[in-house]
């Protein structure tokens, strides 16, 4: 604004130069000839505009006119209007002067972005709710929404939004009290098809992988269930319903084993996941994490890969149902805000690097 007043000052000091050799009588025919001009102007303009230049000279010429040869000008403003752009623009330097600092949230500290950044670029299938129960893990406390505009702002898209359904007549009540199995199938690279048999919690999202086999016989899901009565009673467990599907595999044998351990069976509709929708997510996160990402060999290498898969499930992976805590891990303490300025933070890899799991350095 200064740069340009000065020019403007500058171009009309050489203007003012220019009449210097002009005879009065030449000055008296230029001025008429503008009165002319400003004369055809008004006829075609009722209302024109003032850029902030022109208010400013417009105001610093007339300023040194007497009065009574103001009075004789065809003038496009009234002294009025002179007199309101000098009270605009008193008001606004002084708003400037006067402005408060600004309010809200600071703004997210340099290593915290950086390490957003960094989950981001190693996990390309996180989204950023899953980066903030990350985040939360390592004790830095920081929005969701805030991870959002960070990722935002560096070009980086967002994960596919994947809808999870709740069966909410049956769901949203003793969650405590409920388990869930199911059985699902993956192949091998030369093609043999292994099932698993998975049981998770609803209340605590601890997840129990009892065993695989290519050849899931009534007998073997009979024995899982049994194993799986031990496994609810060393752990004190007060699930008091299982739900499962309709599956074949699901013999009555197997429901008595629950019954005599007090577990009453629930059995989902048919061609109806949503009815043990938990479980089938579950499934799809195994999937997507690890099978998905693994050229799995033969059985024992599909029993060790869900085994450490279960172990970082459990013990590490957040969950936004538990508040970003792990099934068997709460939330650590929040770190102070002046340790977040510098964040030493490791990766640890497992599986090879198809897992990650970050923790500060000691």
């Given amino acids: 604004m200064l740069l340009r007043l000065a020019y403007l000052a500058v171009t009309n000091t050489f203007s003012f130069i220019r009449l210097l050799p002009m005879s009065e009588r030449d000055k008296e025919v230029e001025i008429l000839v503008l009165r002319l001009q400003l004369a055809i102007l008004q006829r075609q303009n009722a209302k024109p505009a003032f850029t902030p230049d022109d208010r400013f000279l417009l105001s610093g010429l007339l300023y040194h006119l007497p009065l009574d040869k103001l009075r004789l000008?065809?003038?496009?403003?009234?002294?009025?209007?002179?007199?309101?752009?000098?009270?605009?623009?008193?008001?606004?330097?002084?708003?400037?002067?006067?402005?408060?600092?600004?309010?809200g949230r600071p703004r997210t500290v340099r290593s915290i972005r950086a390490l957003v950044l960094r989950l981001a670029r190693e996990n390309s299938s996180w989204g950023y709710r899953r980066i903030h129960g990350e985040l939360a893990a390592l004790g830095i406390k920081v929005a969701a929404s805030t991870v959002w505009e960070i990722l935002k702002e560096h070009g980086i898209p967002p994960a596919p939004e994947r809808g999870s359904a709740t069966w909410a007549d049956f769901l949203g009540g003793p969650a405590d009290a409920l388990l869930a199995c199911d059985l699902f199938?993956?192949?091998?690279?030369?093609?043999v098809r292994l099932y698993v048999f998975a049981v998770i919690e609803h209340a605590t999202r601890r997840i129990r992988i009892l065993?695989?086999?290519?050849?899931?016989?009534?007998?073997?899901?009979?024995?899982?269930?049994?194993?799986?009565?031990?496994?609810l009673e060393e752990a004190s467990s007060r699930a008091k319903l299982l739900?499962?599907?309709?599956?074949?595999?699901?013999?009555?044998?197997?429901?008595?084993?629950?019954?005599?351990?007090g577990l009453e069976v629930v059995i989902s509709g048919g061609r109806m996941p949503r009815m043990n929708s938990i479980t089938e997510r579950w499934t799809?996160?195994?999937?997507?994490?690890?099978?998905?990402?693994?050229?799995?060999?033969?059985?024992?290498?599909?029993?060790?890969?869900?085994?450490?898969?279960?172990?970082?499930?459990?013990g590490h992976r957040p969950h936004r149902t538990l508040g970003q805590a792990a099934p068997l891990r709460p939330l650590p303490e929040l770190i102070a805000g002046a340790q977040t300025?510098?964040?030493?933070?490791?990766?640890?890899?497992?599986?090879?690097?198809?897992?990650?799991?970050?923790?500060?350095a000691a």
């Fill in 73 to 103: 000008l065809q003038l496009l403003v009234r002294p009025d209007t002179i007199l309101g752009w000098h009270r605009n623009f008193l008001k606004r330097r002084h708003a400037v002067a006067c402005a408060p600092r600004r309010r």
């Fill in 185 to 191: 199938a993956t192949r091998t690279l030369t093609g």
């Fill in 211 to 231: 065993g695989v086999t290519a050849h899931p016989a009534a007998d073997w899901v009979v024995q899982l269930g049994r194993n799986l009565v031990m496994d």
């Fill in 243 to 261: 739900i499962r599907d309709r599956d074949s595999k699901f013999t009555q044998a197997f429901d008595a084993v629950l019954a005599d351990a």
């Fill in 284 to 314: 799809q996160t195994c999937r997507r994490e690890l099978l998905d990402r693994t050229l799995v060999w033969n059985q024992r290498h599909l029993l060790h890969a869900l085994r450490e898969f279960e172990s970082f499930y459990n």
């Fill in 341 to 360: 300025l510098r964040l030493d933070i490791r990766r640890q890899d497992r599986l090879g690097g198809t897992l990650h799991k970050y923790e500060h």
